[in-house]
């Protein structure tokens, strides 16, 4: 049944620091469910610790002639200060509030420039607890970031001086579930457009995709050298590393883009269509992220047919299967860990039957991170909350 505009449920959305995957989320929900009357605003990704502290004051007053509306439910990232922002504009008090954990500061790993804006990082964490306290219900897009976040908040309440109440976080794991970002259908299915790939493997060079932030908590560095590695041992293969760069680039890439630079077919961001073919064309996806609350990126390509490899850590064991993850000892000695498992993958894509295998059993791991799968999830649980509010309000 087709619902009228006037009788849908009317959806506030605020996402509180734009980033690349909170903006895909928040597209997939607004284009995905139309059953929904959405409103959306949308805060720049720039200057973190002031759009963390300050996006309240920023959605109250600059965007309040839109929050004063009347809505059936608040939906908020977690990036947003909902305790301030409830304070600032009490009709938002009214209606059920749901919150998005994309990520989460307790499980960030940090650098020179964070370390030294350690009061940052504990008000970005102190905001993100006081907005779980005023949720209704709470979603994390991985297992990992859900525990990573209660671990994380329990050791930091247990640092504070005095006045926090024993048992503070006490039923809020019964108000949270995990529920991924959803893979769009636009992805292509891993048996499109793929003929190349039947091609015996001697015939062509594998294609490697690196897709990730050009930042350091992806460890590009570690990538960059078991590349140098694999091109010194002999093996062919040709580069794709694309994603989102920003002003300051790990020098790494300036090194990679000389030594590499014969096997280098795509570098820096790519359009979507651009992008989308990449993935396609490409043999295996690689992740030495010391961060990745859920992985879009490995996800995507997963969803194109592309062999994921990736440390056994973060919330990769979720969805890639065990044989493709490479094990942690000795930290030290992750680019030797790394380059003996593409050895050994690269002999292993010899076999077409291989091949076949890991394509299905990736697939497997995947499907519930799908669209088609997800998207009825969200609007189930989106009904419910307006609902169950409603019976609350009787």
Same mark, same amino acid.
């Given at each position: 049944m087709?619902?009228?505009?006037?009788?849908?449920?009317?959806?506030?959305?605020?996402?509180?620091?734009?980033?690349a995957s909170h903006s895909y989320w928040r597209k997939r929900l607004v284009e995905g469910l139309m059953n929904f009357s959405w409103t959306?605003?949308?805060?720049?990704?720039?200057?973190?610790?002031?759009?963390?502290?300050?996006?309240?004051?920023?959605?109250?007053?600059?965007?309040?002639?839109?929050l004063i509306r009347q809505y059936d439910c608040l939906i908020v990232t977690s990036m947003v200060d909902l305790a301030s922002l409830r304070g600032f504009v009490p009709q938002l008090t009214e209606i059920p509030n749901i919150v998005y954990f994309h990520e989460n500061q307790f499980a960030y790993p940090t650098n020179e420039s964070t370390d030294k804006n350690s009061a940052n990082i504990v008000s970005a964490q102190l905001t993100s607890i006081y907005s779980l306290l005023c949720a209704d219900k709470i979603l994390f897009n991985s297992n990992y970031n859900q525990q990573t976040f209660f671990d994380g908040?329990?050791?930091?309440?247990?640092?504070l001086p005095d006045g926090i109440?024993?048992? =503070?976080? &006490?039923?809020? #794991?019964?108000?949270?579930? %995990?529920? *991924?970002?959803?893979?769009?259908?636009?992805?292509?299915?891993?048996?499109?457009?793929?003929?190349?790939?039947?091609?015996?493997?001697?015939s062509r060079p594998l294609q490697i995709v690196w897709n990730h932030r050009w930042e350091y908590d992806k460890q590009p560095e570690i990538f960059f050298e078991v590349m140098d590695l694999l091109k010194q041992q002999g093996l062919s293969f040709q580069l794709h590393v694309v994603g989102q760069?920003?002003?300051?680039?790990?020098?790494?890439?300036?090194?990679?883009?000389?030594?590499?630079?014969?096997?280098?077919?795509?570098?820096?961001?790519?359009?979507?269509e651009v992008y989308?073919?990449?993935?396609?064309?490409?043999?295996?996806?690689?992740?030495?992220?010391?961060?990745?609350?859920?992985?879009?990126?490995? =996800?995507? &390509?997963?969803? #194109?047919?592309?062999?994921? %490899?990736? *440390?056994?850590?973060?919330?990769?064991?979720?969805?890639?299967?065990?044989?493709?993850?490479?094990?942690?000892?000795?930290?030290?000695?992750?680019?030797?860990?790394?380059?003996?498992?593409?050895?050994?993958?690269?002999?292993?894509?010899?076999?077409?039957?291989?091949?076949?295998?890991?394509?299905?059993?990736?697939?497997?791991?995947?499907?519930?991170?799908?669209?088609s799968h997800l998207l009825i999830k969200y609007e189930q649980l989106f009904n419910a909350s307006i609902e169950e509010f409603k019976s609350d309000q009787d």
């Open positions: 087709k619902i009228s505009a006037a009788t849908k449920p009317r959806i506030l959305l605020l996402s509180g620091y734009d980033a959306e605003i949308a805060l720049p990704d720039r200057y973190f610790s002031w759009r963390v502290r300050g996006n309240s004051l920023t959605f109250a007053f600059q965007y309040r002639e839109f908040a329990q050791q930091l309440l247990k640092k109440p024993k048992q =503070l976080l &006490a039923g809020m #794991s019964k108000k949270s579930q %995990v529920l *991924p970002v959803p893979i769009s259908n636009d992805i292509l299915p891993i048996d499109k457009n793929r003929a190349d790939k039947n091609e015996p493997e001697g760069s920003f002003r300051q680039v790990p020098s790494c890439f300036k090194k990679a883009r000389q030594s590499l630079n014969e096997e280098i077919l795509s570098w820096g961001f790519q359009s979507k989308q073919r990449i993935l396609v064309d490409s043999d295996i996806v690689i992740s030495t992220a010391l961060h990745d609350f859920q992985g879009l990126s490995m =996800l995507q &390509a997963m969803a #194109s047919g592309c062999v994921a %490899v990736a *440390p056994h850590r973060v919330a990769y064991p979720e969805y890639i299967p065990e044989e493709n993850l490479y094990q942690l000892g000795d930290p030290i000695d992750e680019v030797g860990t790394l380059y003996k498992k593409l050895r050994d993958i690269f002999a292993a894509l010899k076999n077409p039957d291989w091949r076949e295998q890991i394509l299905l059993s990736q697939n497997q791991s995947i499907k519930h991170y799908r669209e």
